[in-house]
């Protein structure tokens, strides 16, 4: 499929690498108290921990600072060694962040006392993740982990397929294009939330080349 195609749910286009799901006259998704509460009660179960010990080991390889968007309960800020700020829309998450002097907003400052980003369960949320990618510097990594479609035709039958609250569906080698565009190259990409549990969940590490 070399052209966009349009299929007949919302407004989801298709191309070979990359879809975009933006539906016509969207409800804002609640990034609310419910949101917030969910990942408070997933932080201390079996598949949680090994995700964030995983997800710990895979960044600490590369940074010993970073900022996590997107911090769903705050798990991995709690979890790492590295040195962790934390930047969320969720007014939860942000209460809880300021309150634990981990807020940093990437929007409003210039200077980044950080050396990674991480987007876990993130970028998909996003219908344009350039405003903040934008922000990484050169040199820089950045860690995320997403949802990956072998064939975008598909994703209306996935678990993954999530009307307003996932924007953005991709396939392995759409999303390393995208990167790519923005020169970030990538270094290493691992199926470990897969192994633990997860349905279809890869985790990628780039990094920042101009």
Request: charged share 25%.
């Given at each position: 499929?070399?052209?966009?195609?349009?299929?007949?749910?919302?407004?989801?286009?298709?191309?070979?690498?990359?879809?975009?799901?933006?539906?016509?006259?969207?409800?804002?998704?609640?990034?609310?108290?419910?949101?917030?509460?969910?990942?408070?009660?997933?932080?201390?179960?079996?598949?949680?921990?090994?995700?964030?010990?995983?997800?710990?080991?895979?960044?600490?390889?590369?940074?010993?600072?970073?900022l996590d968007?997107?911090?769903?309960?705050?798990?991995?800020?709690?979890?790492?060694?590295?040195?962790?700020?934390?930047?969320?829309?969720?007014?939860?998450?942000?209460?809880?962040?300021?309150?634990?002097?981990?807020f940093f907003?990437?929007?409003?400052?210039?200077?980044?006392?950080?050396?990674?980003?991480?987007?876990?369960?993130?970028?998909?949320?996003?219908?344009?993740?350039?405003?903040?990618?934008?922000?990484?510097?050169?040199?820089?990594?950045?860690?995320?982990?997403?949802?990956?479609?072998?064939?975008?035709?598909?994703?209306?039958?996935?678990?993954?397929?999530?009307?307003?609250?996932?924007?953005l569906y991709?396939?392995?080698?759409?999303?390393?294009?995208?990167?790519?565009?923005?020169?970030?190259?990538?270094?290493?990409?691992?199926?470990?939330?897969?192994?633990?549990?997860?349905?279809?969940?890869?985790?990628?590490?780039?990094?920042?080349?101009?």
């Amino acid at each position: 499929m070399n052209k966009k195609q349009t299929i007949l749910f919302g407004d989801l286009y298709l191309s070979s690498d990359l879809s975009y799901a933006y539906q016509k006259d969207p409800q804002p998704f609640d990034y609310g108290q419910e949101y917030w509460q969910r990942y408070n009660d997933l932080e201390n179960t079996e598949i949680s921990k090994k995700l964030n010990q995983f997800r710990c080991d895979f960044v600490e390889k590369y940074v010993d600072s970073l900022l996590d968007v997107g911090i769903g309960s705050g798990a991995f800020i709690k979890q790492t060694k590295a040195k962790a700020y934390g930047f969320d829309i969720n007014p939860f998450a942000v209460e809880y962040l300021k309150k634990n002097n981990l807020f940093f907003d990437p929007y409003e400052n210039k200077i980044l006392p950080f050396s990674g980003w991480t987007f876990w369960d993130c970028i998909e949320h996003m219908k344009n993740p350039e405003s903040i990618l934008c922000k990484v510097k050169k040199g820089q990594f950045v860690f995320l982990s997403i949802p990956i479609f072998s064939d975008l035709t598909k994703v209306k039958q996935s678990k993954h397929y999530k009307p307003n609250e996932h924007v953005l569906y991709f396939t392995s080698a759409g999303l390393i294009k995208y990167m790519n565009k923005m020169d970030f190259v990538c270094i290493e990409i691992s199926d470990e939330e897969t192994v633990v549990g997860r349905d279809n969940i890869l985790s990628f590490a780039f990094k920042k080349q101009l």
